[in-house]
T-cell receptor, first 114, second 111 residues
Framework: DADVTQTPRNRITKTGKRIMLECSQT?????MYWYRQDPGLGLRLIYYSFDVKDINKGEISDGYSVSRQAQAKFSLSLESAIPNQTALYFC?????????????FGPGTRLTVL | GESVGLHLPTLSVQEGDNSIINCAYSNSASDYFIWYKQESGKGPQFIID?????DKRQGQRVTVLLNKTVKHLSLQIAATQPGDSAVYFCAENTGGFKTIFGAGTRLFVKA
């Protein structure tokens, strides 16, 4: 089984709809991240969490919110989706401070907002 | 097909040749660098990393070179294979939580 899973893998929705993307991990990592990926722009950080009680904004958090339901689960919500949120979304995890800093990514969710 | 990387720099190499992918990083305080490989339809996957106190590190068929003077990082792939076709990202980290990713380079391997 994959260490980091994301659901759904693909989603098409309409402007104004609320959308939730879910991420689960079995790596036992405390740190979890949400990124979006757009053509030519690499990965940009939306939100990150160091543990269940710690949530922090990344560089492009406007229009998004997150919930860390448990160590293994980190969900991303779009409260009112807009077309420029069409992108690939990746969840990632990493180990504790002092580790290599390598991040482990899920397979991604392709979101299209019409 | 995958829409990621439509406008990325592209490197095309012949199977069996060596590939060199370059990356300029932005923060002189970055002390840890990583190369990731992203195949179509998948998330990025760790390839190799290097700390700022080193200038070269070798893995299996891959070598990363770090030139801190000009803030340049390169990934060398020996004897490139069709399975190496992917988008490659460099990433920099200042030792904390935040990793900054480059835009990526698409590698095409011609059989």
């Amino acid at each position: 089984d994959a260490d980091v899973t994301q659901t759904p893998r693909n989603r098409i929705t309409k402007t104004g709809k609320r959308i939730m993307l879910e991420c689960s991990q079995t790596k036992g990592h405390d740190r979890m991240y949400w990124y979006r990926q757009d053509p030519g722009l690499g990965l940009r950080l939306i939100y990150y969490s160091f543990d269940v009680k710690d949530i922090n904004k990344g560089e492009i958090s406007d229009g998004y919110s997150v919930s860390r339901q448990a160590q293994a689960k980190f969900s991303l919500s779009l409260e009112s989706a807009i077309p420029n949120q069409t992108a690939l979304y990746f969840c990632a995890t990493s180990g504790l401070a002092g580790s290599t800093g390598e991040q482990f990514f899920g397979p991604g969710t392709r979101l299209t907002v019409l | 097909g995958e829409s990621v990387g439509l406008h990325l720099p592209t490197l095309s190499v012949q199977e069996g040749d060596n590939s060199i992918i370059n990356c300029a990083y932005s923060n002189s305080a970055s002390d840890y660098f990583i190369w990731y490989k992203q195949e179509s339809g998948k998330g990025p996957q760790f390839i190799i990393d290097i700390r700022s106190n080193m200038d070269k590190r070798q893995g299996q068929r891959v070598t990363v070179l770090l030139n801190k003077t000009v803030k340049h990082l390169s990934l060398q792939i020996a004897a490139t294979q069709p399975g190496d076709s992917a988008v490659y990202f460099c990433a920099e980290n200042t030792g904390g939580f935040k990793t900054i990713f480059g835009a990526g380079t698409r590698l095409f391997v011609k059989a």
